[in-house]
């Protein structure tokens, strides 16, 4: 009964944190255009399109519906990107950088998402790994990018902390992007290190 109990609970918190983590930079309100959230946020129109490839209308917004914007955290503008991909990338492995973000496999996924926030990092995950400052688990922050070895000591993937327990990443063909739990079985067997490249 009591594990019963204990698994119950971290569902739970686990749901709770990935719904938590769902929101973007800003939540569409009665009357916003993206032209006057552009305004409000002092960004071009253009961009502010480029950054929510998930809506599909531009001139139906729904009351609630969050909306991806450049703000003074990039972090947070980065992780809201990422998320905003999740209906919108498929995974291709060995996809060409330029057809990120709607085909990516994980390294050109973020090589995508970063250089949208005018962070370049290099193609491969072997080479992100080794691009910025390395981090231990233990002190990842949102943005930092996580790498992952299946063999144990070659990096055959990479992923984004998003805080809170969670990671985002265009995992493979069968899932595309997805958030996990930095507490996973997968996660925790393969996870080598961290990158802070902001």
Same mark, same amino acid.
């Given at each position: 009964?009591?594990?019963?109990?204990?698994?119950?609970? *971290?569902?739970?918190?686990?749901? !709770?944190?990935? +719904?938590?983590?769902?929101?973007?930079?800003?939540?569409?309100?009665?009357?916003?255009?993206?032209? &006057?959230?552009?305004?409000?946020?002092?960004?071009?129109?253009?961009? *502010? =399109?480029?950054?929510?490839?998930? /809506?599909? &209308?531009?001139?139906?917004?729904?009351?609630?519906?969050?909306?991806?914007?450049?703000?003074?955290?990039?972090?947070?503008?980065?992780?809201?990107?990422?998320?905003?991909?999740?209906?919108?990338?498929?995974?291709?492995?060995?996809?060409?950088?330029?057809?990120?973000?709607?085909?990516?496999?994980?390294?050109?996924?973020?090589?995508?998402?970063?250089?949208? !926030?005018?962070?370049?990092?290099? =193609?491969?995950?072997?080479?992100?790994?080794?691009?910025?400052?390395?981090?231990?688990?233990?002190?990842?922050?949102?943005?930092?990018?996580? !790498?992952?070895?299946?063999?144990?000591?070659? /990096?055959?993937?990479?992923?984004?902390?998003?805080?809170?327990?969670?990671?985002?990443?265009?995992?493979?063909?069968?899932? +595309?992007?997805?958030? !996990?739990?930095?507490?996973?079985?997968?996660?925790?067997?393969?996870?080598?290190?961290?990158? =802070?490249?902001?």
């Amino acid at each position: 009964m009591k594990k019963r109990i204990g698994i119950s609970l *971290l569902s739970l918190a686990l749901t !709770f944190s990935i +719904s938590a983590s769902a929101s973007a930079g800003y939540q569409v309100q009665k009357g916003d255009t993206l032209g &006057n959230i552009a305004w409000k946020y002092k960004m071009n129109f253009y961009d *502010l =399109r480029s950054l929510n490839p998930q /809506i599909a &209308n531009i001139n139906q917004l729904n009351i609630g519906q969050s909306v991806v914007v450049r703000t003074p955290n990039k972090a947070n503008d980065i992780i809201d990107y990422a998320k905003a991909l999740e209906t919108q990338t498929k995974y291709v492995y060995g996809a060409d950088f330029t057809l990120a973000p709607y085909q990516a496999d994980c390294s050109s996924w973020t090589k995508h998402i970063y250089a949208k !926030f005018g962070i370049q990092l290099p =193609r491969t995950s072997g080479e992100q790994a080794h691009t910025g400052t390395s981090i231990k688990f233990k002190d990842m922050q949102k943005g930092d990018l996580m !790498f992952f070895a299946n063999n144990g000591k070659t /990096i055959s993937h990479v992923g984004i902390y998003m805080g809170n327990g969670l990671w985002i990443s265009n995992l493979n063909s069968a899932k +595309s992007v997805e958030i !996990f739990t930095i507490w996973g079985p997968w996660t925790q067997q393969k996870f080598m290190w961290a990158q =802070r490249v902001i």
